[in-house]
Structures are given as structure tokens and as C-alpha cells.
């Protein structure tokens, strides 16, 4: 971004041009400037035509930029997502724990109906 010779931004103060306005002014203006890099393939296209072409170029072998061209040219596939939700306070829950907790207690202390001597007789 050019700078004044006092180090100010040379955006006016008094203009009403909110910054989403300025981003997509800018982003538009870099994306139709001259290619300016070293590969020679690019030479005289603009910044988007050089970024297009090294993305579809890099997808026929890179799968990382097979998946990004397809889904930036296709859009990304729609994801299924579970949600369950659970409405639950804390007498409830520590009702259901202390329940839970009886019923092992009790499968731990049981005694078989069979006692061990009978069963080895």
C-alpha cells in the first residue's frame, strides 16, 4: 500500500468507504494486476489467471490440490452431523449414578445360588 511522505495511509478520513468495501476494492485490483513473479508460464496474465492456471495444473498430480480445486470449483460436500441433546440436572444425574453404583455393589457381594461345595461334589 503506497504511504504519504508522513507515513500516513492515503485513505481519505472524510469518505464514507466501509472496510469490507476497501478488501474487496483491493482484492479485486491485486487479482486483475500483472502477473509479476519469476515463472516464465505466467508471464503475462493477470494475478487470478496465474492462480487458476497453477491450481488446476497442480491438481492433475498434487491430491491435497485435486481436493481444494474441487472444492473451491464445486463447493465442499455437505457433512452430516449427529446432534443429540440431553436435558439433565444434577439431582437426576446423581440419582442415576448412586443406582448405578447399588446395582454393581450388589452383583460384586451376591452369593451364587449353588454353593462352591455342592458344585464340586
Do not use: H
Not at 474487496?24 to 508460464?41: F, I, P
Not at 446432534?83 to 452383583?107: C, F, P, R
Amino acid at each position: 500500500m503506497q504511504r504519504f511522505d508522513d507515513g500516513r495511509c492515503p485513505i481519505p478520513s472524510n469518505t464514507d468507504v466501509s472496510l469490507a468495501e476497501l478488501a474487496e476494492k483491493s482484492l479485486d485490483v491485486l487479482a486483475r494486476d500483472q502477473y509479476s513473479g519469476d515463472d516464465e508460464r505466467f508471464k503475462g496474465k493477470s494475478n487470478l489467471a496465474a492462480a487458476l492456471q497453477s491450481l488446476v495444473e497442480d491438481s492433475t498430480t498434487d491430491p491435497k490440490a485435486r481436493t481444494e480445486f474441487l472444492d473451491r470449483s464445486m463447493g465442499k460436500p455437505k457433512q452430516r452431523v449427529d446432534q443429540t441433546n440431553v436435558n439433565v440436572n444434577l439431582t437426576g444425574w446423581l440419582g442415576q449414578l448412586a443406582e448405578q453404583d447399588s446395582q454393581i455393589l450388589d452383583a460384586e457381594f451376591s452369593t451364587p445360588d449353588d454353593s462352591a461345595e455342592e458344585m464340586f461334589k
